[in-house]
């Protein structure tokens, strides 16, 4: 029988022999990593947000807002994927274990990425080594608000009250930015304080409005139109300055026994660690040209969110900050990991 040969002189079975195992090879390999050859033509399908805290909360707001421009500047779809509870722990770990496709993206607060590795003994996730920093979106101002029928319009009233009935103030708290800000007010002030824990935002502010709690720090977002509606009452912003969003508020640090008082919440957008390159910086120039844009500053705003965007690499080296910076806090405050 006679061998045919191609141009190379190589048999020409042998040839197509080695063509279909390198074909197959690379078949193997695209079944192994799909997210690998994902950035051609990105995005080709919906892109879902994971949100740790419930619809309703501010996170969850500007998430919505996001979301529509995002799919607006990318033309696609984008879907808000509320997965609340734990203290964020269930939707991190989730997106810490999602494909690193860019489909998954997870907008997130100190909660997540600052607080939690110091407020619990162990975690399922790690904020720096699961994820890839795409953008921060800005800064959630926070507020210390009280039930209408207690008889305090000032944090010095509010110190005198709970010193003159002791046992009797209560904070609820929806998030990391509440546990630690209400313990922390107690250790400065002197004034015992029972924290009332609470899955998400939402639910704590139904209880203060119905008196089963004293007060509660929260987010501007989730909390000015309850405030300007008389629902509930706002008489300190915990940051050190006042906030230009809410600029009669004055700092609980303005009170004599707070002084230093300073915790600031804040938001960005992460991916899961091993997103390819060019899809971080896809999405980063979408997002940061969003957040430093007029028309998202000016709808955030109204939800009481400065916003703002940075680079993946600046968000890399603020989380990392901010882990040491909460991790001072809290212990400061006197919290044990749990």
Known sequence: MQTTKNATGQPAAMANRRRFISIGAAA????????????????????????????GSGT???????????????????????????????????????????????????????????????????PVKDFAPVSRMGNLPFMLVVNNDLPVKSVAELLAWGRAHPGKLTY???????????????????????????????PAIADLIGGQVSMMVVDLAAGL????????????????????????????????????FDITSWNGVFAPAGTPRDIVLK????LAEMANGPVFRERVAKLGFDAFGSTPEELGAFTVSELAKWKKLIQAAGIQPE
């Open 28 to 55: 193997g390999l695209a079944g192994a990593m799909p997210w690998a050859f994902a950035q051609d033509g990105y995005p080709k399908q919906p892109i879902r947000i994971v949100v740790p805290f419930a619809a």
């Open 60 to 126: 969850d707001a500007v998430a919505r807002i996001t979301g529509q421009m995002l799919g607006e500047a990318l033309k696609a779809s984008v879907i808000i994927d509320n997965r609340a509870g734990a203290n964020g722990v269930i939707a991190a770990e989730y997106v810490a274990k999602a494909a690193p496709d860019g489909y998954t993206l997870f907008m997130t607060t100190n909660t997540t990425h600052s607080a939690n590795p110091s407020l619990m003994k162990s975690l399922p996730y790690d």
């Open 172 to 202: 609820a708290s929806g998030n990391s930015t509440g546990i630690v800000s209400g313990a922390t007010l107690s250790r400065m002030s002197g004034v015992p304080m029972l924290h009332v824990p609470y899955k998400s935002t939402p």
């Open 225 to 260: 139109a309850t405030v300007k509606a008389g629902k509930m009452r706002a008489i300190a912003v915990t940051t050190q300055e006042r906030t230009k969003l809410f600029p009669e508020l004055p700092p609980l640090a303005d009170t004599p026994e707070l002084k230093g």
């Open 283 to 286: 999405l980063n120039k979408a």
